[in-house]
Every structure is written in structure tokens, then in C-alpha cells.
């Protein structure tokens, strides 16, 4: 506190001190915020320094600096283009996908609660797994394994039908301008898409 400050007043150089010393951590980002975040449907994944990390790599940006060995991996193809690495975090304040989260609401549906959003998208583990069809087919007794008329679909899901969601995720990160599959098996599904389930 400078001679001119009045008791208990901070000056402008203790206060941008002060703000120096506080640790950051991953509750300050905006994805933690936001709705798309909470809802598993972020274009970028679950962490968006993972984004950054391509368009923005922290080693590009701190030319001459030396690396970074604050963590066990530190050393491994990539590792220094991370902001948030090794406990030094970089809380992103901007995202042109940023939308407001204003909570959920959870209600029983037929065999598993499910998780109602504000934009009204509902996130439940079967509808993911099996789909609607086959979730309230099973209930009723009126079906035995699974509501699609697909060799690779069990009860708990189709693994090739993941592997095809994660080449889209995967493209999306990388730019293309497509969007994400909501369908629970590619049987029947009349879209144009690259990404069948049988090309994988």
C-alpha cells in the first residue's frame, strides 16, 4: 500500500499482484458455462485448449522459450502446443459457439431417467445406446434384442456405428463444416454422409 492510499485501499500495482498469485483452474473457463459443455455436444471436444492447441499453439506463440516440464509427458510430439498443461492453466474467456447454460431438468422416462436441456435436447444413456424405438420395444415385451433389423447392433450399442461418430468428431475438429450424427444406426438412414458404418 502506497503513502497515498487510504487504509485498507489496494493500489493499482497490488491489485494486478495480487490477481498475478491466484491459481486458475478449469472451473474458470467458459465451457464450464456453457451449454453445449454440459450437454457432451461441444464441436470441440470436452476441452477446448485441445482446439486451441491447433490453431494457437502456446510454442508458437512463446518463441526462444524453453520448454515447458511441468508434467511426465512434457516431452512427447505436441505436448508444448497445450495451453493447460501441468498445472499451469490457461482459462479460454471466448467461444463463437458460446450459448448460456441455465441447468436441466431430470425426469423418469421408460427404463432410464433421462436429462432435459433448455434448448429441449435430451441426453439419456439408452437413447444413445439402443435408440427410443428399441428402449420402449424392450419394455413392452415386444422385443427381444434390439429395435434395428441390424446384425451389429446388440443391447448395448454398435461399436461400429461409435467408430463412425468418432471419425465425424474427429473431422469436425479438424474444420469441415458437417454436423453431428444423431442417428443410432446407419440401417435405413436416408442422409448423404461419408461416414457409414460399413466404410469403417
Wanted: some cysteine.
Amino acid at each position: 500500500m502506497s503513502k497515498d492510499s487510504l487504509p485498507g485501499q489496494l493500489t493499482i500495482a497490488d491489485y494486478l499482484a495480487e490477481k498475478s498469485n491466484t491459481i486458475l483452474s478449469c472451473g474458470e473457463c467458459i465451457c464450464r458455462n456453457c451449454l453445449y459443455w454440459w450437454s457432451n455436444r461441444c464441436s470441440y471436444g470436452s476441452c477446448y485448449d485441445d482446439h486451441r492447441a491447433k490453431i494457437e499453439p502456446y510454442d508458437k506463440m512463446h518463441p526462444g522459450k524453453p520448454p515447458r516440464t511441468a508434467w511426465s509427458n512434457w516431452n512427447k510430439p505436441g505436448e508444448q502446443a497445450h495451453w493447460c498443461r501441468g498445472g499451469m492453466l490457461h482459462p479460454v474467456n471466448y467461444c463463437e459457439y458460446f450459448e448460456k447454460y441455465k441447468g436441466s431438468t431430470i425426469e423418469n422416462c421408460v427404463q432410464a431417467p433421462i436429462q432435459i436441456f433448455q434448448d429441449e435436447f435430451v441426453s439419456c444413456s439408452l437413447k444413445d445406446s439402443i435408440g427410443c424405438e428399441a428402449c420402449i420395444a424392450q419394455a413392452e415385451g415386444k422385443e427381444g434384442r434390439n429395435g434395428f433389423d441390424c446384425e451389429w447392433m446388440t443391447d448395448t450399442g454398435c461399436e461400429r456405428m461409435t467408430t463412425a461418430k468418432n471419425l465425424i468428431i474427429q473431422a469436425i475438429q479438424e474444420g469441415e463444416d458437417i454436423e453431428m450424427c444423431r442417428e443410432q444406426c446407419c440401417k435405413g438412414c436416408t442422409r448423404t454422409c461419408s461416414f457409414r458404418c460399413g466404410q469403417v
